[in-house]
């Protein structure tokens, strides 16, 4: 399972980001074909760069559980890698909880799409989000380099459909947010804490969200194409922080292969870029290039990695394992620990919603002998509510309703249902503040007789609330059984006041 936090949780006392601790994946995986989303060629301009980057200004690791925004504007322009368009990418502060959120501002009426897997649509080779049919392709990039510098909340300003794609890496993003600056947010950052294996797999290609120990995101990639001798098996940890996704990451270029660039530019896509732009891997390696990074195919995975699992609006505290992952793949495991959390919210929300007795009575102006409810176990919203009414034989009503033969009144299982119904309008906002007071009862049926020793199960479900009227569908049931069911008309009156 997933744990979701408002997380206090500091880094400190993180090693360095050489000494990483991630745990490998079970030995005698598969060996496979070079898989068909493997990264086309992206981006221009592709700078000569050492292995080692200069280090510049990052977050600091002690400010981790507070959420960032920018100090100011970044601008990043440049071709979008498929069509080729000129492209001005504006990236511009925002308040806390915002979240990342791209707008189309090309369009006659600009279109926001927020960055979370709920708007991707399915593309090869790429991350593309998608709000009726507007689209913007290739976000992975900007998406990676805003989560490897540690900002939340940003709006990002596009006057075209993709991305600029610089020289297939984030280092071009990364550096116009640095520019730009990072602040600390007054609010606390919301974390995704890995706490149960999940794992999404597609054919001998895997990715898994797993535990760990410390209260970061780790990251072990296993790049194997068994088929392809010009990409050697190559096997990258990483253990990410601001200071180390800008040393060993954002600089990693997306690569492809000469025949998949080829097939490209023959498509009519690509043609802006030549080999000395983008890694484009021939028989004796780079054509017209050269690696910044031995390993550079398997940290540009990673990059990718980081970009697509942003898309859960919330970093992640975990440990992810990939085996020849692919964007269509990181999504899914990205789906698998969204449905998670929405599981866990609904647990927590319920666990909350339930009333006892005395938060009951702060709501009710009933007290005994006519308060009819004992518990509320479950309010969804303002449309349904489930509440418990204990039967015993001291109830006040048993010393002259058949006493020989003690059975609740009818009238007072129609007044429990009431009662559970006043407390579900009570969740309306409109009708805070005002009392539920009965109008008109409806489809009235008494099924079973109620005796001391049951426990009515009471359900009151809203099929309409306004703000002076409210029907209610209300059923009892005793061991599962139907006992009573009614539908209950109510007006809403002013509260009086307590000392009246």
Request: hydrophobic share 40%; proline share 7%; glycine share 6%.
């Amino acid at each position: 399972m997933t744990e979701l936090l408002d997380s206090r949780s500091t880094r400190s006392g993180r090693p360095p980001a050489e000494a990483v601790s991630v745990h490998p994946p079970a030995e005698g995986a598969a060996d496979e074909a070079r898989p068909a989303d493997a990264e086309a060629v992206e981006d221009v301009a592709a700078s000569e760069a050492d292995e080692e980057q200069p280090s510049q200004a990052t977050p600091e690791s002690d400010e981790a559980g507070f959420q960032h925004t920018l100090a100011g504007p970044a601008t990043v322009r440049g071709r979008g890698l498929f069509h080729g368009d000129l492209v001005t990418c504006t990236i511009l502060p925002a308040p806390p909880d915002h979240g990342i959120i791209f707008e189309r501002i090309d369009l006659a009426e600009p279109v926001q799409i927020p960055a979370t897997i709920a708007s991707v649509t399915p593309r090869n080779r790429r991350t593309t989000l998608k709000a009726g049919e507007v689209t913007i392709e290739t976000v992975e990039h900007c998406l990676s380099a805003l989560a490897g510098l540690a900002i939340d909340n940003a709006l990002i300003r596009l006057d075209g459909p993709e991305l600029p794609c610089g020289d297939g890496s984030a280092q071009p993003y990364v550096d116009a947010l640095l520019k730009a600056g990072i602040v600390r947010q007054e609010a606390q950052r919301r974390y995704c804490r890995i706490t149960e294996p999940i794992t999404v797999e597609e054919g001998d290609a895997l990715i898994a969200a797993l535990p760990a120990e410390r209260d970061d995101l780790q990251i072990l990639y296993d790049l194997n194409y068994p088929d392809e001798p010009r990409i050697p098996r190559q096997l990258h940890a990483f253990q990410l922080s601001p200071e180390a996704y800008v040393r060993e990451i954002a600089p990693a270029r997306t690569f492809s292969l000469r025949e998949e660039a080829k097939a490209l530019w023959d498509r009519g896509m690509c043609q802006h870029l030549t080999p000395r732009d983008v890694l484009v891997i021939g028989d004796d390696g780079p054509i017209d290039n050269a690696y910044r990074f031995q390993n550079e195919p398997v940290r540009h995975k990673v990059l990718d990695v980081i970009g697509d699992i942003y898309l859960l609006g919330r970093p992640i505290q975990g440990r992810i394992v990939a085996y020849r992952s692919g964007h269509s793949l990181n999504h899914q495991l990205v789906y698998r620990l969204v449905e998670k959390m929405r599981a866990e919210q609904g647990l927590q929300a319920n666990l909350q919603r339930q009333m006892d007795v005395r938060a009951i009575m702060k709501i009710m102006r009933h007290r005994y002998p006519m308060l009819m409810i004992d518990r509320v176990v479950e309010i969804h919203g303002d449309q349904r509510a489930i509440g418990i009414k204990n039967v015993t034989v001291n109830e006040p009503f048993f010393q002259g309703h058949y006493p020989g033969t003690p059975i609740m009144p009818g009238v007072m299982i129609v007044e429990a249902m009431a009662q559970l119904s006043g407390l579900l309008l009570s969740r309306v906002l409109e009708h805070r503040g005002k009392i539920a007071v009965l109008l008109s009862l409806d489809k009235v049926k008494l099924r079973r007789p109620v005796v001391p020793g049951d426990q009515l199960v009471i359900e009151a479900e809203a099929i309409r609330a306004q703000s002076r009227t409210a029907n209610v569908k209300c059923r009892a049931l005793v061991a599962g059984q139907l006992a009573a069911e009614a539908q209950i008309k109510f007006v809403m009156v002013d509260a009086e006041d307590e000392a009246n």
